[in-house]
C-alpha cells in the first residue's frame, strides 16, 4: 500500500479536520479491543473508504469499496470472502469512478454492483470479479438494486422529474439495458433505503421534505409490487432523519436514523408490523452521527444498528428486542484506530460479521491510512 507524506499545513489541517468531524477525539476512552489484530484486512492495493457487504449463497460475502491512490482518480474494488472471512479474490475496477452504494450476488453466481457518482452505473461481474458489461443509469441518487429473476434488475432511487424531485423504480433486462422507470411520488419524498420483503415484493422508506428547511417533516415508508403499483404507504410523524431499514424475522420492518437533539443527533430508530402500523418509535439520548448497518439479528423480531458516535468517533453496536429496548450494547474501535464507514450482517452462524475502515495516522512519520477490515462478534456483540 502507498502511504503519503504530508506537509507541516496538511498535518495541522488533517487534525483540525479529524477532531472537527469526531475521528480524532479530543478526550475519551477507548471501547471494545476491536483493532487490526482482531480482524481480516482486504488486501486492496491502495487506501480504502465507504465499503459495503452482502452474503452471498456459499455462506461467505461480497464487499465493494471506493480505493483511493495517492496520485490519481479513486475507482472501484471488489472482494469475495468465504465464510471463514479468508480471501478468496480481490479485483480492482480502474476504470470506474463513484461510491458503491449496494451490492448482491446474481443468479448466475456473478456479482452487480451499484454506483453513485457523476454517473450512476449499474457493474456486471462474472463469479471472479471480472467485468462483464457496464450500463450508465439515469438516475440522481441510486439507492439499492435487486434481481428480479431471470427478466432482469430493479434499481430503486431517486430522480429529477419536470415537476419535482423523488423516488422512483427503474427496471432493466438482463444485460442491464433500461426497459421502464416507475414513478414512485405516490409513496411519499425522498427515498433513502429499498428492500426485497419475504414475500416477494418491494418496501422503501424516506424522509418527506414540505416546509424547505433541512429538516423532514415526517418519514414514510411503502411497500410495492415488482411492477411498482403500491400496495401501501405509512407516514409518521415527526424530523427524523432515516436512512436504513430492514426486516425483522417475524415480518415486522425496522427503520433507523437520527434526529435532532443536544448538540448534535440522537439515534432514533421505527418499528412497524407487516402492514406497515407503527408499534414504537425510540429515540436514544446519546450523541451520534449517523446509521451505517441495520441487520436482523435472530430470534423472532429483534435487530441490530450500527451507528457511528462522536466525539469519541466508535461504533456502537446495539441489539434490541421486539419491544424497543436494549438486548446489549456494544461500542467497538477506540481513538487510535476508528472504524469508519461501517456495514455489519449476521452470519449463519448466528455471529455477526462487520466491515469497516480502519483509518491509522502517524503525524510524526507523516502518514496517513486508510484499510478495510472485517471483523466478527460473537452473538453478544464481543470481538472473537
Do not use: H
Request: aromatic share 10%; glycine share 10%.
Amino acid at each position: 500500500m502507498k502511504i503519503g507524506k504530508m506537509s507541516c499545513v496538511a498535518k495541522l489541517s488533517l487534525v483540525c479536520l479529524l477532531t472537527a468531524t469526531g475521528c480524532v477525539p479530543i478526550f475519551g476512552l477507548p471501547g471494545q479491543s476491536v483493532t487490526p489484530a482482531n480482524g481480516v484486512r482486504i488486501g486492496f492495493s491502495e487506501n480504502t473508504s465507504f465499503p459495503i457487504m452482502e452474503k452471498t449463497s456459499d455462506g461467505g460475502y461480497i464487499v465493494s469499496c471506493v480505493v483511493v491512490p495517492l496520485e490519481s482518480y479513486e475507482y472501484i474494488g471488489v472482494a469475495k470472502l468465504d465464510n471463514n472471512l479468508e480471501e478468496v479474490w480481490v479485483e480492482e475496477l480502474t476504470d470506474f469512478y463513484g461510491t458503491p452504494v449496494d451490492v448482491l450476488e446474481t443468479q448466475d453466481g456473478g456479482y452487480i454492483i451499484l454506483v453513485s457518482g457523476y454517473e450512476s452505473l449499474l457493474i456486471k461481474t462474472n463469479n471472479s470479479g471480472d467485468m462483464q458489461w457496464f450500463k450508465s443509469l439515469d438516475m440522481y441518487q441510486p439507492l439499492a438494486v435487486r434481481q428480479a429473476g431471470e427478466a432482469g434488475f430493479v434499481v430503486a432511487g431517486n430522480i429529477y422529474y419536470e415537476d419535482g424531485y423523488g423516488p422512483c423504480l427503474v427496471k432493466t433486462d438482463a444485460d442491464g439495458e433500461k426497459l421502464s422507470t416507475v414513478d414512485l411520488r405516490v409513496a411519499g419524498g425522498e427515498a433513502v433505503d429499498m428492500i426485497e420483503t419475504d414475500d416477494g415484493n418491494y418496501a422503501l422508506a424516506g424522509n418527506t421534505y414540505t416546509s424547505g428547511g433541512y429538516d423532514p417533516d415526517c418519514t414514510w415508508l411503502a411497500k410495492v409490487q415488482p411492477d411498482g403499483e403500491l400496495i401501501w404507504s405509512r407516514t409518521y410523524e415527526g424530523n427524523d432523519i432515516i436512512v436504513r431499514m430492514v426486516q425483522a424475522d417475524d415480518g415486522d420492518y425496522a427503520i433507523a436514523g437520527t434526529v435532532a437533539g443536544g448538540e448534535l443527533w440522537n439515534t432514533t430508530i421505527l418499528r412497524t408490523d407487516s402492514d406497515g402500523d407503527l408499534l414504537w418509535k425510540k429515540t436514544n439520548s446519546e450523541d451520534s452521527l449517523s446509521i451505517t448497518g441495520l441487520c436482523p439479528a435472530g430470534g423472532n423480531s429483534v435487530a441490530v444498528m450500527n451507528c457511528q458516535a462522536i466525539p469519541l468517533y466508535e461504533n456502537r453496536i446495539a441489539k434490541i428486542n421486539p419491544s424497543g429496548s436494549k438486548t446489549w450494547l456494544k461500542r467497538i474501535g477506540s481513538w487510535s484506530s476508528p472504524i469508519i464507514g461501517a456495514d455489519i450482517k449476521r452470519a449463519d452462524d448466528a455471529t455477526f460479521v462487520v466491515v469497516g475502515t480502519i483509518l491509522e495516522f502517524s503525524l510524526f512519520e507523516e502518514t496517513l491510512t486508510s484499510d478495510t477490515y472485517v471483523f466478527r462478534l460473537d452473538e453478544s456483540g464481543n470481538p472473537m
